[in-house]
Structure formats: C-alpha cells, structure tokens
C-alpha cells in the first residue's frame, strides 16, 4: 500500500510540472511583419496596387480619411497630422499603381496601418472595405523610417557646427573652433 505521504509527493511532483514557471517570463513576443510604425522622424510607405483595384484602395483611403477628420483621439490627431498620401502619375514598371504615404513628423511607434485604423474608426464599412482593400495589393509595402539630412527650403548650416572639437597631437585640450566668417568680411 502507498502511504499518504507518497501520495502527498507525487501529487506535489505533478503540481510543479504543470504549473507555469514563475520565475522566468517567457521571451518577449516577436514584433508584428506587417506593422507600419516608424522609429524615425519622417516615414514613408510606398503602396503598389494592383491597376484593376484601385477603386478599392483608393475608398479605404478616403473613408479613413474622413472617419479621421472627425475623430477626436489625441494620439491618433497627432500621429495623422502630418500624413499626406499620394499617387504616381506614372504606374510602376509591372502596370501597378504606386501610392505613397509621407507621414512627417511621424510619430514614434505609432502603427499607420490603414486596415487596422479602418477596422478601429469605420466599424460599420470594415468589412465591405477590409477584403477588397487587402485583395488590392500587388505585393507588400515598402517602408522606410527616415532621418533628415537637409531641408532645402531653409538656409543651410555651416559644417564647423557639426564638426567634433579638433584635438591637436599630445594635447588634453580641444583647439578653438575656427571663427565662423560672416557675410561682409568682418
């Protein structure tokens, strides 16, 4: 016969096997392939869609347009106000219609992913909308985050402000930056 004291232990044993551990999480979860976020200060999503459905893509686009117009979501307002969305003149070199999404300034780790936006604001047209949306692609986007470089629309800066301080050989001090020369000589 099995004492209560062998049965207590095996009963015990079964409990920590099956029980979760709770000493270790488990990894994070592996971030999301289709996600639209960007890490940068500038993001650019460039769409091809297939030349027979761009009437689908392009009533996404304007029903999420308007669905954002009227929202009041402060998270949402800002990652959209600088959204702007375009299409090619031109078609791609397979026929498709190329669209692109400028989002500047995006907003850091925000998803822009229009079917998920679509789904949240246009409950009552996601599903006539969603399937031909996603049916519409020719292939998978293209997504860049973007660091500026330059705007041209403004005076450019002198190089010697992004230039490091200029250690000269054997010395624990930093040179002078040179004088920055202003128009006129002086």
């Not at 789904?119 to 519409?136: F, G, H, I, N, R």
Request: glycine residues 4%; hydrophobic residues 45%; proline residues 15%.
């Amino acid at each position: 016969m099995l004492s209560l004291v062998t049965v207590a232990i095996a009963l015990l044993a079964l409990l920590i096997q099956a029980a979760p551990s709770l000493s270790t999480p488990g990894p994070p979860p592996p971030p999301d392939p289709a996600t639209s976020a960007f890490i940068g200060e500038a993001g650019l999503i460039m769409a091809a869609v297939k030349p027979t459905a761009t009437a689908d893509y392009e009533a996404v686009i304007r029903a999420l347009n308007a669905a954002l117009h009227t929202d009041t979501d402060p998270v949402r307002k800002a990652a959209t106000k600088g959204w702007r969305v375009f299409k090619a003149a031109t078609p791609d070199a397979k026929g498709n219609a190329l669209y692109i999404h400028v989002f500047l300034p995006a907003v850091p780790e925000y998803d822009y992913r229009p079917s998920l936006l679509v789904d949240t604001l246009v409950k009552e047209l996601a599903p006539d909308l969603l399937s031909p949306y996603q049916d519409s692609f020719a292939g998978p986007l293209s997504k860049l985050d973007l660091k500026e470089l330059a705007n041209m629309a403004l005076a450019p800066i002198p190089p010697e402000v992004f230039s490091p301080p200029v250690v000269p050989p054997g010395n624990a001090t930093p040179a002078s930056p040179p004088a920055i020369k202003k128009p006129g000589g002086r």
